[in-house]
């Protein structure tokens, strides 16, 4: 089974038109694990799985911190649980487009990958839309500071569309990792680094979200960056 995971937080707009389009794409199995969303996320994603089950599950994360790493962590226990071989995980909000997920399942089989990062930062990635230069500077100066200081050899570190087998999951200590928002998705990088998994990227073009509000804040960003210069004093690098 290829498990796709897409944590959401008040993407009621943009769940019914992104689930059709990964079901439509392969075999493909969705979880949605929302994070009580108060705009009836939850509530939708249950249509959606009335809709198009066995093809759609919905896992409710209630009573605990909103958060994009443990959401991550319970979908991928979900998944392993479950005998996924490979679990995919991206943004709810519309800016992974589902296109480049049959280039990422072909590189995960024919190059033996333990995991593959949909890339804004090498040749032919990018990112279009609303991105004001206060945006771009922060995604580009968090790249440059974790790359440099955990020095990792992957160019996009805080990019969530990747694809993971299920042997990499069952590597990475999960529960070991302290941090949520794109501060995980670094620590993700920087274990599979330092346990040698084989890593590759795929260039895409990251879209700025139509629906919705961004949950990236400088007090995020910041946190994250803290968060890296403690990996380097705890000896991660």
Known sequence: MNLVILPTYNEAENLPVLVPQLLELAPLHVLV????????????????????????????????????????????????????????????????????????????SSQGCDIVVGSRYVPGGGVVGGWGWERKLLSRGAQLWARTLLRLKTHDVTGAFRCY?????????????????????????????????RIREVPIIFRDRQYGTSKVSPRIVVKALMHVASLRLAGES
């Open 33 to 108: 694990v929302d994070d009580d969303s108060p705009d009836g996320t939850g509530k939708v994603a249950e249509d959606l799985k009335g809709k198009y089950w066995p093809s759609v599950d919905v896992l409710h994360r209630q009573g605990v911190p909103r958060a994009l790493g443990s959401a991550y962590v319970a979908g991928f226990h979900w998944a392993l649980q479950r005998g996924a071989e490979v679990v995919i995980g991206m943004d709810a909000d519309l800016s992974h487009s589902p296109s480049y997920i049959p280039v990422m399942l072909e590189m995960m």
């Open 165 to 197: 087998s299920r042997q990499a999951l069952r590597v990475l200590d999960l529960e070991r990792m302290r941090q949520d928002g794109f501060g995980f998705l670094i620590e993700i990088i920087c274990q599979a680094e330092r346990k040698s998994l």
